[in-house]
């Protein structure tokens, strides 16, 4: 079949009387269909970078999801370390003054108070450890951050971070340097008969702000560290509130690359076709009138 | 020779369209067997994503329980030794009980006071204990397909035995602890002392030095076996958080993955145009070719 229209074709294009007319409007096709090739190849690149610029879209809503999920824990992290803090130091205020009694001297030691703030404190620095490994090419966590805002932000605030940070490390070494065991067993292993010759002894071990005891010396860097903590996890919590920031940001930036890219590419698109279609109209011409003319020389 | 040049260029050209035409077949359905892998890879994705929402709520759940359960021991852990000192001091003729008696507006009542918040601690360690028991029993169940280890196999079946007893096994605590009770009697310390009122009263008249002391250890046991199980806690977070760290690198190899799936959609897809293209362009150039042998036979 394809045969019998290809030489009902070769008839035809010996018959057109026109000649110079058909391969004008053949050139034009040609033409035509070099145009459309150009613009697929314009529109296989766009399409190439609209979809990597997807993907980077993507990644950033990830990250900006991560970030806000991130940041909501952080909150929360810091709000319960506020409260704990504060309802530890009314605790720690109204033990004093009932030590400053000559009964309460002898119901509230340093051992019974401070053995379980410390205990309790330097079981949650075991977390700490992994937040501390997070490190990115060689660096530590806080190197890492400061790199992350060295660019982005006020040398003031980012030697502000430097020294939280350094606070904070610093604070974390010093209690880390606490043995945990033996405060475990400090607390656990007392027993009603030490508690006893506690009570009875003559030495005074009620809780007093010039203490020169280790426990309370112990207490006094747990202390530290607390505070520090809620600092540093503040200005973690500023520092993933820039970075959401930053986010969007791109969000929007890449929204508006591929809305751009997008527009470019339909006006293409649509050019392809247009030009698709005329050179296809114009095979159809000849098509046609070929088989006209095939009919005729039948009649 | 020029008519046999003449038609090998003519066989090349409907090569060419053959060619081009087959070619964008091909690309067209390639395009349609990428769009299966693109959806196929989209159910993963979905899938992943909801599994690593499903780990981050497990882990938030367990944290939430741990930090419920830190707080618990730190706070009953503070207290405990207050109201066994208490009683001593005004109860102890060697501690100068009578002294200590006159800072007590009704030292009787003020002794009944110290043995029932002696009860009282006994009581809440209990209560707490079991309601996190509780409420961990509550998460583990509902993923007990992620928690082998809480799992026992009845008559072939596996069925969920639960965490509960480990937080209220009072008596397998008295038991592995009988040689710090100074009366090795589980019954006289079971909670059961503790209802109606009537009991309660009777257990507070009843219980003398060595009965509180007793108490106040197993007291101290329970908050140490809360405290271990504490430890379990954090194990199965770690090992959730583990889990949803693997579902996260999962997920962001999978986006990668259809990045590059939806990269080869969009070359076959448009490889497919630019071939459609192409086989039209050759067909012009071969009508063009037709039209220019039928001129030069004329001439």
Do not use: C
Not at chain 1, 100 to 129: H, V
Not at chain 1, 170 to 175: G, R
Not at chain 1, 272 to 290: G, K, R
């Amino acid at each position: 079949m394809r045969l019998f229209r290809f030489s009902l074709l070769k008839i035809y294009f010996g018959l057109i009387e026109n000649k110079n007319k058909a391969l004008k409007i053949i050139n034009i096709g040609i033409f035509l269909s070099i145009f459309a090739s150009t613009s697929a190849i314009i529109t296989y690149f766009i399409e190439k970078k609209i979809n990597e610029k997807e993907f980077l879209l993507i990644e950033e809503q990830f990250q900006a999801k991560d970030n806000s999920s991130i940041i909501s824990e952080f909150e929360s992290i810091i709000l319960l370390l506020e409260t704990y803090n504060r309802s530890e130091f009314m605790q720690t205020e109204n033990a004093f003054f009932l030590s400053w009694t000559t009964l309460g001297s002898k119901i509230i030691s340093e051992n019974d108070f401070y053995a379980p703030i410390i205990y309790t404190a330097l079981k949650d620095t075991k977390e700490l450890d992994k937040l501390f490994e997070l490190g990115i090419e060689g660096q530590n966590f806080s190197e890492s951050i400061v790199k992350l805002i060295e660019d982005a932000w006020d040398k003031d605030e980012v030697d502000k971070t430097k020294e939280i940070f350094k606070n904070f490390e610093k604070s974390y070494e010093t209690i880390k340097k606490i043995d945990i065991n033996f405060y475990k067993s400090k607390i656990y292993n007392n027993s009603p008969e030490l508690l006893f010759d506690e009570v009875s002894s003559k030495k005074n071990n009620s809780l007093d702000y010039n203490s020169n005891s280790k426990i309370f010396s112990d207490y006094s860097a747990v202390y530290e560290y607390k505070q520090n903590t809620i600092i540093f996890f503040k200005r973690l919590h500023m520092i993933l509130r820039a970075t959401l920031a930053q986010n969007h940001d791109s969000i929007k930036k890449l929204n508006n690359e591929i809305i751009d890219l997008s527009k470019k590419e339909n006006r293409l698109i649509f050019l392809t076709f247009i030009f698709q279609l005329i050179a296809f109209m114009l095979i159809q011409i000849f098509e046609i009138s070929s088989m006209n003319i095939y009919k005729k020389e039948k009649l | 020779m020029r008519r046999a040049l003449e038609n090998k260029k003519i066989i090349i050209y409907i090569l060419l369209v053959a060619f081009f035409t087959v070619s964008s077949y091909v690309f067209d359905q390639t395009a349609v067997r990428i769009e299966d892998s693109i959806r196929n890879k989209n159910i993963l994705i979905d899938t992943t994503k909801t599994n690593l929402k499903n780990f981050e709520s497990l882990s938030s759940q367990l944290e939430t329980i741990r930090s419920d359960l830190d707080n618990l021991v730190s706070l009953n852990l503070k207290d405990l030794h207050f109201s066994l000192k208490s009683y001593l001091l005004i109860t102890r003729y060697d501690l100068d009980s009578n002294e200590n008696r006159k800072f007590f507006k009704d030292s009787e009542d003020a002794l009944y006071q110290i043995k029932d918040r002696l009860l009282s601690t006994y009581q809440s360690i209990t209560v707490q204990s079991s309601d996190i028991g509780e409420k961990l029993d509550e998460v583990y169940s509902w993923n007990y397909e992620l928690f082998p280890k809480y799992m026992t196999e009845v008559n072939g079946e596996k069925l969920y035995e639960g965490v509960y007893n480990n937080f209220y096994n009072h008596e397998e605590i008295f038991n592995n602890n009988l040689n710090k009770f100074k009366i090795k009697n589980f019954k006289k310390y079971d909670v059961d002392i503790l209802y109606p009122q009537e009991k309660r009263n009777k257990v507070m008249q009843s219980f003398y030095l060595n009965n509180w002391y007793d108490l106040h250890r197993f007291t101290l046991l329970l908050i140490k076996n809360l405290d271990d199980n504490g430890n379990d806690i954090s194990e199965n977070e770690l090992y959730i958080d583990e889990l949803a760290e693997k579902k996260e690198i999962l997920l962001y190899s999978e986006i990668e993955k259809l990045k590059n799936i939806s990269n080869k959609k969009n070359s076959s897809i448009l490889l497919s145009i630019f071939s459609q293209i192409l086989s039209l362009l050759f067909l012009l150039m071969l009508f063009r070719n037709l039209i220019l042998n039928s001129t030069a036979k004329i001439k």
